[in-house]
Structure formats: C-alpha cells, structure tokens
C-alpha cells in the first residue's frame, strides 16, 4: 500500500491535481472537503454544522473529519493506498490519521507539499468562485480567514511530518502539466525503491 498526503494552502491545487494523480497511480481519493460539501448537499446534521463554520472560513471539529476518515478507510479494504487531500489538517487530525494507518499496517509514504504565493491563493479562489457555486470562494474575507486558518493551524501539519523526512516541496505555480509532473517524479522515485 502507498499512502500519499497531497497538502498546501486552500487553493494550491490540491482537488486539481488530485483527480489526475488518482487516475494515474489507483488511489482512492479522500478529500475531506468534497465528503463535507457532499453532507451539505445531503442537508444531513453533520453537513448544516459543518456549512455553518465552512461558510466563516473555519475549520470543522477535528472528531468529525476523523471519524469521516476512519468510516472511509474502513470502507475501502482492498484499495491499494489512498490520496488524503485536505486531511489532515491539524496536528491532532494527522496523530489520528498516523494511528488509524498504523492499525492497518500502513503508514504515510509522501506528504507533498505545493507551494504558492498568498497572491496567487486569492487570485484563485476569486476566480473558482465564480462558476463554483461554493460561498466559502465569493467572498475575499471568507477566502482571507481560510488562509489565516492554514497559517495557524495547518501549516504544523508539515513540521509534523518533516520529523519523519516525509515532506517534499513542490512548486505550486505554472501550468497543472508541469506541477503534476513534479508530483509524479517524486512519486515514482518512492515506488521504484
Ligand atoms: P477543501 O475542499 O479542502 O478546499 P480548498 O483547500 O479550498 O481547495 P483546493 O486546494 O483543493 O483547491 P484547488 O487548489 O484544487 O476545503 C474547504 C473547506 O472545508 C475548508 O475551508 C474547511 O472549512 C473544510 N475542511 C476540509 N477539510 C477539513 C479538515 N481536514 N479539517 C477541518 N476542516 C476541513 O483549486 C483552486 C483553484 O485553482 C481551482 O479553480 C483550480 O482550477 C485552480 N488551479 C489549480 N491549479 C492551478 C494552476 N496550476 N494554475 C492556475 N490555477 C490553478
């Protein structure tokens, strides 16, 4: 199994890049994000608390999204590794997501960590927002909080893993091509081993 953690700022190409890497390398994808905006589609109790701190560019509590995370992994038994995109995000989500890996035996292979310039983020997500439908890209202080919830929360997610040399950094500006080609070359170098 060969378990990858694609992670970056919101808007750093995380979905995009996620959906070619999948179809690529066989993963099964898990975006807590897409499973937390399929709740609010759902209108389920899960999904109008989660809307609720989504729509302020909060993060949702760390037990909800790991116990999506733990029903995903418990879903998939025969998957030959996953692709968490936009999990975890905090130091609590990823001790959670090392242990919950551990009692299957697998652990994380790669974190792969896009960077791109704060410019560039809201730039983005100004634009997404326009045919996305989604109330947490219209709006730039909603998109301004995300950021400042990544700073502050999300950014120790990388320190974490750096601890396990597991952290690659890879340039999140230029065409999706060449960024996904990056990924792949850090991928393959792993798999080859
Ligand atoms: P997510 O769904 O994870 O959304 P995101 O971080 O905004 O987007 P992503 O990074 O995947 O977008 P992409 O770059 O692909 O989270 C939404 C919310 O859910 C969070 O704010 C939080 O409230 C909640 N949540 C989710 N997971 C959680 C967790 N684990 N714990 C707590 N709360 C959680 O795309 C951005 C745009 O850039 C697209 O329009 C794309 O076309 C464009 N783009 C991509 N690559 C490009 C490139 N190379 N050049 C130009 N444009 C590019």
């Given at each position: 199994?060969?378990?990858?953690?694609?992670?970056?700022?919101?808007?750093?190409?995380?979905?995009?890049?996620?959906?070619?890497?999948?179809?690529?390398?066989?993963?099964?994808?898990?975006?807590?994000?897409?499973?937390?905006?399929?709740?609010?589609?759902?209108?389920?109790?899960?999904?109008?608390?989660?809307?609720?701190l989504?729509?302020?560019?909060?993060?949702v509590?760390?037990?909800?999204?790991?116990?999506?995370?733990?029903?995903?992994?418990?879903?998939?038994?025969?998957?030959?590794?996953?692709?968490?995109?936009?999990?975890?995000?905090?130091?609590?989500?990823?001790?959670?997501?090392?242990k919950?890996?551990?009692?299957?035996?697998?652990?994380?292979?790669?974190?792969?960590?896009?960077?791109?310039?704060?410019?560039?983020l809201?730039?983005?997500?100004?634009?997404?927002?326009?045919?996305?439908?989604?109330?947490?890209?219209?709006?730039?202080?909603?998109?301004?909080?995300?950021?400042?919830?990544?700073?502050?929360?999300?950014?120790v997610?990388?320190?974490?893993?750096?601890?396990?040399?597991?952290?690659?950094?890879?340039?999140?500006?230029?065409?999706?091509?060449?960024?996904?080609?990056?990924?792949?070359?850090?991928?393959?170098?792993?798999?080859?081993?």
């Open positions: 199994m060969f378990n990858i953690i694609l992670f970056g700022p919101p808007g750093s190409g995380k979905g995009t890049q996620s959906e070619k890497l999948i179809s690529t390398y066989g993963l099964i994808h898990l975006s807590t994000g897409d499973i937390l905006r399929r709740e609010i589609a759902a209108a389920t109790a899960l999904g109008l608390e989660a809307k609720n989504m729509d302020k560019g909060h993060l509590p760390d037990e909800v999204v790991v116990g999506m995370i733990r029903s995903a992994l418990d879903n998939n038994p025969q998957a030959k590794g996953f692709l968490f995109d936009g999990f975890p995000r905090t130091e609590a989500q990823s001790i959670a997501l090392d919950l890996l551990a009692d299957k035996n697998t652990a994380i292979g790669v974190v792969l960590a896009l960077d791109v310039s704060q410019d560039e809201i730039k983005r997500l100004l634009q997404r927002g326009l045919t996305s439908g989604r109330s947490d890209d219209t709006n730039e202080a909603i998109i301004s909080n995300r950021i400042i919830e990544y700073q502050t929360k999300t950014t997610v990388a320190n974490y893993y750096s601890k396990f040399n597991k952290v690659v950094h890879i340039k999140g500006e230029g065409t999706v091509d060449d960024i996904f080609a990056s990924l792949c070359s850090e991928i393959d170098k792993r798999l080859s081993n």
